[in-house]
């Protein structure tokens, strides 16, 4: 499954770059959770709201995979400032998506 899941997880993020909701949203569980620093998700509809509102760009600098499980760490491009370096810990089963874990320093976002 190494192999499977870390290339779900490359068309994932390359739909999501090409602001291809539509393809991204194939390779996501519709009860798929997301976990991150500011927040969670609960469903595939509510974290593909708030995606195709955010458009971020990711910029993928190593990937990892074990098995279901894919470790990515990129620089994630907000929209607004410098990009923010992030890992992100992907779940796949049966070639969906069911969770995301992502984490960064969020202190470039709110700058005091």
Do not use: C, Q
Request: proline share 4%; aromatic share 14%; no cysteine.
């Amino acid at each position: 499954m190494t192999t499977e899941s870390r290339e779900t997880i490359l068309k994932f993020l390359k739909a999501l770059n090409d602001e291809d909701f539509k393809t991204a949203r194939a390779f996501a569980a519709d009860e798929m959770k997301f976990e991150g620093v500011m927040g969670s998700r609960d469903g595939a509809e509510a974290y593909f709201a708030d995606m195709e509102k955010m458009r971020f760009k990711y910029d993928i600098k190593r990937l990892f995979a074990d098995g279901d499980d894919v470790a990515v760490f990129y620089d994630i491009n907000m929209g607004k400032g410098e990009p923010i370096f992030t890992a992100g810990w992907y779940h796949v089963t049966a070639g969906k998506i069911n969770t995301i874990r992502v984490v960064f320093d969020p202190r470039p976002l709110n700058p005091s």
